[in-house]
């Protein structure tokens, strides 16, 4: 089980179902057994009761062993159920992406400052805004930065600029300054470059073009998190059985699958659909930042690692999700008390709960400086963070790294599949995680939490030793 993200079931609901298909087979050799005695006690008129005890305490005991063996191995297995990466990654169908978050941006510095002063230097200019454009230089040959400008360096004082086609979430295909040194990758330019050269005012001042990451907000821009809560139908029995992102009028949501709830924690496969979300823009009047959606920004870009259990009640299982944003985006779940055996919610109007992790002290998991993952050219995307044991990681959305793609995309994406069970069971939790490799910007993925069947399982009477 080196690659258990290969398997729509968790290792304990793998393990369950292979011992449940083995106890059909050898509960169906004891029938054939009996059936077999019984076919000759009738036709030979013998007692075959000493052979008969010995079939049933046999079975007895094959039945009680492979229950200890069971529950031993249902103790140590996991119950998420995630993806590996696809064969191909494809924008919109396996991944999609926050764009144009933090962006690497070339302006001038006389355009940086109220005074049109080139007094200072690049790195002076670390949280600004284009205060204009100074006697139609390269500024008037690209889209603007109408927002905040941050982080500011200086690379050359020559630099050829090639510009994305004007449909693209990019600026700019690549930066090739005149001392050789190249922001992105050089595959030659889909039209003309722009020449962009620094000037001299006066003997000493130098008017220097600055490469700098540009926060702006805009139509192009798809930097928004749902907040408002998504529920199953719990008045028809129905839990949640999978969920996905998806991105609906530029605004990533957590979709939810639900399933009607069936005894012994089956699910009616008839049931299962997956939850509308809801439809709705950010410039609605009646939609509020911070309460309908969160922002990304600058200074508010985090996303929380975690998975959400209800570890110390198992009679609980999932009916809801959503995102809150204390301190950054942090995953809340819903949970409602249900019966096993009967297969019904408990008064779930009455006994559901809201669940997260509250934990402050965090350690950022994704690289600095990284390139676009889907430039990664093996496979080698199947570690998940956070680990069982660490709830304590987070990923902060940031751009690519300047030299590897001039700053021009943000990372991580995003994985879209849906993560469902097959066949589909009743979750215990639902986690957030990251999957990446170094020098590359990595996925947020969804991760489901079959839910625990242990507790369920009756222990042997006289377990083997």
């Known amino acids: 089980m080196s690659k258990v993200c290969a398997i729509p079931q968790s290792p304990q609901q793998l393990i369950y179902t292979l011992y449940k298909d083995i106890a059909m087979a050898e509960l169906m050799a004891y029938i054939l057994n009996e059936y077999s005695l019984m076919i000759r006690h009738v036709s030979n008129q013998d007692n075959f009761s000493v052979e008969i005890n010995n079939i049933r305490n046999n079975y ?9 063996s069971l529950i031993k191995a249902l103790r140590l297995a996991t119950r998420g159920v995630w993806h590996c990466d696809p ?12 764009t144009r978050l933090l962006q690497g941006y070339v302006e001038n510095e006389v355009n940086l400052n109220n005074e049109d002063s080139c007094s200072k230097t690049c790195p002076d200019y670390q949280n600004t805004t284009r205060t204009g454009c100074f006697e139609d230089e390269f500024c008037s040959k690209q889209p603007q930065c109408s927002g905040k400008i941050y982080d500011c360096q200086f690379f050359d004082s020559d630099v050829s600029v090639c510009q994305s086609p004007v449909n693209s979430n990019r600026r700019y295909e690549y930066i090739e300054y005149s001392n050789g040194n ?7 330019c889909w039209r003309d470059v722009d020449k962009v050269e620094s000037w001299n005012r006066w003997i000493f001042t130098k008017c220097s073009y600055c490469f700098c990451l540009c926060d702006e907000l805009g139509p192009k821009s798809d930097r928004y998190f749902n907040l408002r ?3 199953s139908d719990v008045k028809a029995n129905k839990v949640v059985t999978g969920v996905r992102f998806i991105k609906k009028n530029r605004v990533f949501h957590i979709q939810i699958q639900q399933g009607q709830l069936l005894p012994r924690g ?5 049931t ?4 509308p979300v809801d439809d709705y823009k950010i410039n609605d009047t009646t939609v509020m930042d911070g309460v309908d959606y969160h922002t990304l920004t600058y200074t508010s870009r985090s996303l929380d690692l975690t998975e959400i259990k209800k570890s110390d009640d198992p009679s609980f299982v999932v009916t809801g999700v959503r995102l809150g944003s204390w301190f950054g985006l942090n995953l809340e779940v819903h949970f409602s008390k249900f019966d096993f055996v009967k297969g019904e919610l408990v008064e779930p109007e009455v006994n559901g709960v809201w669940e997260t992790n509250n934990i402050y002290a965090r350690e950022r998991v994704n690289p600095d400086n990284a390139d676009l993952p889907t430039r990664a050219k093996k496979k080698l995307f199947e570690t998940l963070v956070p680990k069982s044991d660490q709830y304590n990681q987070f990923v902060e959305f940031v751009n690519t790294g300047v030299d590897k793609d001039a700053a021009q995309a943000t990372v991580p994406f995003i994985d879209i599949r849906e993560v469902v069970s097959i066949p589909p069971v009743p979750l215990g939790g639902i986690g957030l995680s990251y999957k990446g490799k170094e020098g590359y910007g990595g996925f947020v993925l ?12 009756p222990v042997p009477k006289t377990p083997s030793k």
Not at 87 to 98: A, C, G, M
Not at 182 to 188: A, D, F, H, P, V
Not at 446 to 457: A, Q, V, W
């Open 446 to 457: 969804p991760e489901i939490i079959n839910y625990d069947i242990l507790p369920y399982i």
């Open 266 to 270: 089956a699910i009616n496969e008839s």
């Open 272 to 275: 299962l659909d997956w939850i």
């Open 60 to 68: 007895e005991n094959i039945t009680e062993n492979a229950l200890d």
């Open 229 to 231: 809560e998504t529920i």
């Open 87 to 98: 064969e191909k990654h494809i924008y919109k169908v396996t991944y999609d992406e926050v």
């Open 182 to 188: 190249t922001l992105g990758e050089y595959n030659g």
